[in-house]
């Protein structure tokens, strides 16, 4: 049975016409989609659906080409649909990925100015020296140096640095914000 006949059959509801078309171009049509898509899975995916909706539409269905460009140009419409909608997912994906990083990104900096803030007033209540010698820690002198600094032994500045750790160890349950903040 040529192209037309199996057409006429088609848009009647013949469903052995539609299965003798499949036959024919399934193949090739798979073919032509690994052209655009290195997956078969894909290819085959992309070609059961243009079969599908070509039986979906059978009735409305006007071929000025041949049947088989006609099933070519259906096929690669549904293949630029797929992309279409992968590249929107994609983007979707990417774009809730970034939302959710920025969220993450902002929220530790406004965690760490509220410490930032708290272990000022901390510190501020600290003795004079004791927040001399801490400040210089933060500044990234080593307990040697600051002793050097401030011409003092390295236990004074041991036992200055104890009182201050303790101190804001028992306003930040936190030892992590507090080891951040200190090692910056």
């Not at 399934?26 to 052209?35: N, Q, T, V």
């Not at 902002?106 to 510190?123: S, V, Y």
């Not at 801490?134 to 500045?157: C, H, P």
Request: positive net charge; aromatic residues 10%.
């Amino acid at each position: 049975m040529d192209d037309a006949h199996l057409i006429a059959d088609i848009k009647q509801g013949s469903e052995p016409a539609f299965k003798s078309l499949f036959d024919k171009y399934y193949g090739p049509l798979c073919a032509y989609l690994r052209s655009y898509t290195p997956d078969f899975d894909t290819a085959e995916e992309i070609a059961q659906r243009t079969f599908v909706k070509f039986w979906n539409k059978r009735e409305e269905i006007e071929i000025h080409t041949s049947v088989k460009s006609y099933l070519f140009r259906m096929g690669y419409h549904s293949f630029l649909k797929t992309i279409r909608q992968k590249n929107k997912r994609t983007n979707l994906l990417e774009e809730l990925k970034y939302k959710a990083l920025e969220e993450e990104e902002q929220r530790p900096e406004n965690d760490l100015q509220a410490a930032t803030k708290r272990l000022k007033k901390i510190i501020e209540t600290l003795p004079p020296r004791c927040q001399e010698i801490l400040r210089l820690k933060m500044q990234g002198f080593k307990y040697k140096e600051i002793a050097d600094e401030l011409n003092i032994s390295i236990k004074t500045v041991e036992a200055q640095m104890r009182i201050a750790f303790n101190k804001i160890r028992d306003d930040f349950k936190d030892g992590l914000i507090l080891w951040i903040i200190l090692n910056k």
